[in-house]
């Protein structure tokens, strides 16, 4: 079975200051893919970044960063420089090679306060 | 474009009660996916429709349904309402059923059972 656990429930910190949101997976499939979403008060899930099972490099994206180590079963995500505008829910995500049946951690609440 | 629109954006039903929940997805989108996000949890896989077929059921009760329109569009219908069903319910489409693609999410449906 697949699972997907986001240990951290809530993390408060100041504008400016780097932010790691931690993600460990669980799974079976020797091919599958890894996802980061963020979740607005307003409700909409926004795509952040996939990652693929089988290419672990790193990637940066403006202030955001991911760390994929299948070692350790882990795909953080970090934001540098935080704003305000960070402020929300990140889930993780898992998807199998076949179908969509999409399994998401239960989510980091980001709080940044000015 | 647009992204994938959802109907109603709330709805409040009493226990027993049916509810049909709609759902359009982007443009060129041939799966449609739904989740139901329990407040402070994540989302949970309810059913994938690829090409008007169910691709993928998650582990809810028979009392879940739905369908996909020859249009791509699609219908969740939950019979005989519980409490407990209480919750916004996703929809998320995707050009493919393959599990690399992202889903783009709605705004989702609150369903409010009283």
């Known amino acids: 079975a697949q699972k997907v656990t986001q240990a951290q429930t809530e993390i408060s910190v100041v504008e400016k200051e780097d932010v790691t949101l931690d993600c460990v997976y669980e799974?079976?499939?020797?091919?599958?893919?890894l996802f980061w979403y963020k979740q607005p008060p307003s409700g909409e899930l926004v795509f952040l970044i996939r990652?693929?099972?089988?290419?672990?490099q790193n990637e940066i994206s403006g202030r955001y960063s991911w760390n994929f180590q299948k070692s350790t079963s882990s795909f953080n995500f970090t934001i540098t420089a935080s704003q305000v505008v960070d402020s929300a829910v990140y889930f993780c995500?898992?998807?199998?090679?076949?179908?969509?049946?999409?399994?998401f951690g239960p989510g980091t609440r980001l709080s940044v306060l000015p | 474009d647009a992204g994938v629109t959802q109907s109603p954006t709330h709805l409040i039903k009493t226990r027993g009660q049916q509810v049909t929940l709609r759902c359009s997805p982007i443009s060129g989108h041939k799966s449609v996916s739904w989740y139901q996000q329990v407040l402070g949890q994540g989302p949970q896989f309810i059913f994938q429709?690829?090409?008007?077929?169910?691709?993928g059921r998650g582990n809810f009760p028979d009392r879940f349904s739905a369908r996909q329109f020859p249009n791509y569009s699609s219908e969740l219908n939950v019979n005989a309402l519980l409490l407990g069903d209480s919750a916004l319910y996703l929809c998320?489409?995707?050009?493919?059923?393959?599990?690399?693609?992202?889903?783009?999410f709605g705004d989702g449906t609150r369903l409010s059972i009283l």
């Open positions: 995500a898992l998807s199998g090679d076949y179908g969509q049946n999409f399994v």
């Open positions: 990652r693929n099972s089988f290419d672990e």
């Open positions: 799974t079976r499939d020797t091919t599958y893919y």
């Open positions: 998320a489409s995707s050009p493919s059923a393959a599990g690399f693609q992202p889903q783009h």
């Open positions: 429709y690829y090409e008007k077929e169910e691709r």
